[in-house]
């Protein structure tokens, strides 16, 4: 599926939850959904700077029996903190399993502000959110 496919969904989600109080406990159950990574990859190369709580994000192939195409990026996190987790399964949902330039085309920004995420966010959690999203687009440029 493609980023503004997952998007999309993303967005019916959110459409149903009447107030942010309700949103954020979506936004915990979806980092709860989150696997586990391996422990030998909350390491300092999968950690993202720039989040007051730690997160760390794994990038390797899509596998092809995901329905990736060739070229593909598959995504997968973690965080410490609850909501911050929920931050990293969305972008997952977003991005992973998506080729660099449409990873790179989508308005990640423009997005969370039209979800009404980014302001809701603690200042902190916004730094969070803008470094997960500048270290996404590094691996998709680093890709292309």
């Known amino acids: 599926m493609s980023v503004s496919t997952q998007a999309a969904k993303l967005r019916e989600d959110f459409a149903f ?3 942010w109080e309700a949103r ?10 989150l696997p586990q990574l ?3 990859e909350y390491d300092e190369a999968n950690k993202v700077r720039g989040c007051s709580s730690q997160v760390w994000l ?7 029996e995901s329905g990736g195409s060739p070229g593909a990026i598959r995504f997968r996190g973690a965080s410490d903190a609850m909501i911050v987790s929920g931050l990293v399964a ?14 790179l085309a989508f308005d990640a920004d ?8 980014s302001d809701a ?3 902190q959690r916004s730094n969070g959110l803008r470094s997960m999203l500048a270290r996404i687009r590094g691996i998709a440029e680093a890709a292309r």
């Open 110 to 117: 423009a997005f969370f502000k039209e979800l009404g995420v």
């Open 121 to 123: 966010l603690t200042p």
């Open 58 to 64: 794994v990038a390797e192939p899509s596998p092809p």
């Open 17 to 19: 939850l009447d107030d």
């Open 38 to 40: 391996a422990p030998h």
């Open 90 to 103: 969305m972008l997952l949902q977003l991005f992973s399993d998506q080729k660099p330039a449409d990873i």
């Open 24 to 33: 954020f406990a979506h936004l915990i159950d979806l980092g709860k959904s």
